[in-house]
T-cell receptor, first 115, second 114 residues
Framework: DVKVTQSSRYLVKRTGEKVFLECVQDMDHENMFWYRQDPGLGLRLIYFSYDVKMKEKGDIPEGYSVSREKKERFSLILESASTNQTSMYLC??????????????FGPGTRLTVL | AQSVTQLGSHVSVSEGALVLLRCNYSSSVPPYLFWYVQYPNQGLQLLLKYTSAATLVKGINGFEAEFKKSETSFHLTKPSAHMSDAAEYFCAVSPTGGGNKLTFGTGTQLKVEL
């Protein structure tokens, strides 16, 4: 089974802190994604990476950056956390070569609260 | 730009009743379409997907969806609801011309009552 793990289920940080959210997948997938999930808004794509050291902005990249130094790991960084970044963050991975038809596999999510 | 609209943020059904969750898409060409389910405190998992083969797609847990181009719809159904179906359901669309982006709807919370 594909497994996507996220470093924390719950995280509480203070405004202005630098925050790292880690995601690891064990199925050698090339593509990885970070979403944020908010009630009534569904999932919105923050960033994705189609290979090591490759990244592209999604729909809401402002206030976030990412790092992909190894194939299995994709990190989301909040440079200076703000209260409006309080949300559920979901990581996903997908094998390349299937185009838009490929299934994305999701981690359990990290619920981040910024005080 | 592609988008999906899910009608009804909350749907409530009785156990044993038909489940119908609505999804309409907007796209200049027929896209790939997906339904994902999110159980409480879990990530999303794929229920089923349409990739331009059969228009009636069967998924896990007894769910199915029918692609109707004329109605730009991809509604999710299950003949008989079970308590374990209570979850949030997301419709999503992806372009057929390549690319990585999956665009999600706003979700429908399904409640199943005794």
């Amino acid at each position: 089974d594909v497994k996507v793990t996220q470093s924390s289920r719950y995280l509480v940080k203070r405004t202005g802190e630098k925050v790292f959210l880690e995601c690891v997948q064990d199925m050698d997938h090339e593509n990885m994604f970070w979403y944020r999930q908010d009630p009534g808004l569904g999932l919105r794509l923050i960033y994705f990476s189609y290979d090591v050291k490759m990244k592209e902005k999604g729909d809401i990249p402002e206030g976030y950056s990412v790092s992909r130094e190894k194939k299995e790991r994709f990190s989301l960084i909040l440079e200076s956390a703000s209260t409006n970044q309080t949300s559920m963050y979901l990581c996903a991975s997908r094998k390349t070569g299937q185009g838009g038809a490929g299934e994305q596999f999701f981690g359990p999510g990290t619920r981040l609260t910024v005080l | 730009a592609q988008s999906v609209t899910q009608l009804g943020s909350h749907v409530s059904v009785s156990e044993g009743a038909l489940v119908l969750l609505r999804c309409n898409y907007s796209s200049s060409v027929p896209p790939y379409l997906f339904w994902y389910v999110q159980y409480p405190n879990q990530g999303l998992q794929l229920l089923l997907k349409y990739t331009s083969a059969a228009t009636l797609v069967k998924g896990i847990n007894g769910f199915e969806a029918e692609f109707k181009k004329s109605e730009t719809s991809f509604h999710l159904t299950k003949p008989s609801a079970h308590m374990s179906d209570a979850a949030e359901y997301f419709c999503a669309v992806s372009p057929t011309g390549g690319g990585n982006k999956l665009t999600f709807g706003t979700g429908t919370q399904l409640k199943v009552e005794l």
